[in-house]
């Protein structure tokens, strides 16, 4: 294993990348096999670390920093190899795992993240407390090994198929709000889960009422402390935020494990098949005004060329927040500003479409414009400015955390949570 600690980066650095460099090349000479099954080949990338190289090497990474994994990541590329498996379990689950979870919990479950074994589903919010998260009433009880779950979530995307759910659940009434939350990695296979299913504006049905009836949960599975499960919450927040969804990537899959992952991504796929269109389409933009006949409309060019460069700016801010977190540094306002950005490129790439397509980008249907992409944009885009955080949250958290302006009223700070008044 190739050391790249932060000693070697200012001196030496291009030796030490090229030793990574050339050990990947030589890695993927022997075991990149296109024709290998999925599962297969996504195990050898959790044994070797290749597959998540800036993680510890006794978690199936590799302990390396930022630049070499870009290396790594550019060796993959260039031979055409299959990563590890993406999605929320990727994106939210493994990172809060990795930062507060202990280690025998970790190896239990960052392992099927990366061979895409397990799916997750994040349940956070509930009827009453979305924004106001910390005021969440799921209660959890020890009962012995395991501790015992009843309350309900909503909202929780991807409910249907998750292997496991990261759990908010309050384990101590007593205490203020924020300190008596728990955070654990919940079964989701149990009598004492139920799903439903809730249809949305767009017609798509991607998101889910969660109800639980003393479903149970092993100690052992607690993501952090008992009592400090809003530490590990932070994490996953940090990590959901900013991180926005772009255009459809269309990939031609040659040889069987890209086949597989095609597959596999197209079936992660189906539950989100709408959020290119709730992120507001800003790559039809262009497009769209010359299909219209308007592309030297000076009025329209300027609001093409407006949007165009909101998307690049946001592009580096996402980028450079995801440079820090890679080299280590915890996640800070960035993405709160990211997300804030992602809100306003759907508002104002909504916008243009609408001002293009006229009264036909209400209709939806094979004979509408676009084949009804437009509409979906159009009832899809609110969404932008609720997941993952209100805009209106986000504006308190860059006000309160990074200009310092003062914290809003609490009614219920200090207070234990049995005595706050709540409906
Ligand atoms: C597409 C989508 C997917 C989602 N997926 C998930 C998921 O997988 N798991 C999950 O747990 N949740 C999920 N959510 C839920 C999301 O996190 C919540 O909807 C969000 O946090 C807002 O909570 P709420 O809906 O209860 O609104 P509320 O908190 O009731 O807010 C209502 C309004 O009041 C405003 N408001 C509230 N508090 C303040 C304040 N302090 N200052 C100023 N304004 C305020 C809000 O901005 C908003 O306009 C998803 C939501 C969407 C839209």
């Known amino acids: 294993m190739v050391d790249v600690g932060s000693e070697h980066r200012v001196e030496g650095a291009q030796p030490v990348l090229d030793d990574v460099r050339l050990e990947v090349r030589e890695w993927l000479r022997t075991n990149w096999d296109p024709e290998r099954p999925l599962r297969a080949w996504r195990e050898l990338l959790a044994d070797s670390g290749w597959g998540c190289p800036t993680w510890p090497v006794d978690l199936y990474g590799r302990g390396l920093d930022a630049t070499a994994a870009r290396v790594v990541g550019e060796e993959m590329a260039a031979v055409g190899a299959v990563g590890p498996a993406s999605g929320s379990a990727m994106r939210l689950a493994a990172p809060t795992i990795l930062a507060h979870a202990p280690f025998q919990l970790q190896r239990r479950l960052l392992r099927p993240i990366i061979t895409g074994e397990e799916t997750w589903c994040q349940l956070f919010s509930e009827p009453g407390s979305g924004s106001d998260l910390a005021g969440l009433s ?23 198929t998750a292997a496991f759910g990261m759990l908010l659940a309050r384990t101590d009434w007593g205490v203020p709000k924020h300190r008596g939350i728990s955070y654990f990695a919940l079964p989701m296979a149990q009598p004492g889960i139920e799903v439903r299913p809730l249809r949305q504006m767009n017609g798509h049905a991607s998101f889910n009422e969660v109800f639980l009836t ?41 040889g069987r494990t890209a086949r597989e992952a095609a597959a596999e991504a197209e079936e992660y796929a189906r539950t989100y098949v709408w959020y290119p269109q709730r ?47 890679a080299n280590g540094r915890p996640p800070g306002p960035e993405g709160s500003v990211s997300k804030l950005a992602g809100s306003d490129i759907a508002r104002t790439s909504g916008r243009l479409h609408a001002q293009l397509a006229g009264a036909h980008g209400m209709l939806s249907g ?14 899809s885009t609110p969404a932008a400015s609720i997941a993952g955080g209100t805009d209106e949250v986000q504006r308190n958290i860059v006000g309160e955390r990074s200009l310092g302006l003062p914290k809003e009223p609490s009614a219920d700070s200090g207070i234990p949570y049995r005595d706050v008044r709540r409906n």
């Open 138 to 160: 799921t209660r959890a009880e020890r009962d012995g090994d395991e501790w015992v779950v009843t309350g309900q979530k909503v909202w929780t995307t991807g409910a249907r």
């Open 279 to 325: 992120a507001g389409r800003p790559d039809l933009a262009a497009p769209q005004a010359q299909a219209a006949g308007r592309a030297d409309d000076p009025i329209v060019r300027q609001a093409v060329a407006h949007l165009e460069s909101l998307e690049r700016t946001a592009r580096w801010t996402v980028r450079r927040a995801a440079e820090s977190r």
């Open 366 to 379: 094979s004979d509408s414009s676009l084949g009804g992409v437009i509409a979906e944009i159009l009832v």
């Open 214 to 254: 003393e479903a149970r949960v092993p100690h052992d599975h607690a993501v952090g402390a008992i009592g400090e499960g809003w530490a590990a919450a932070l994490t996953t927040l940090a990590h959901e935020r900013g991180l926005g969804q772009g255009a459809p990537r269309s990939t031609i899959p040659a």
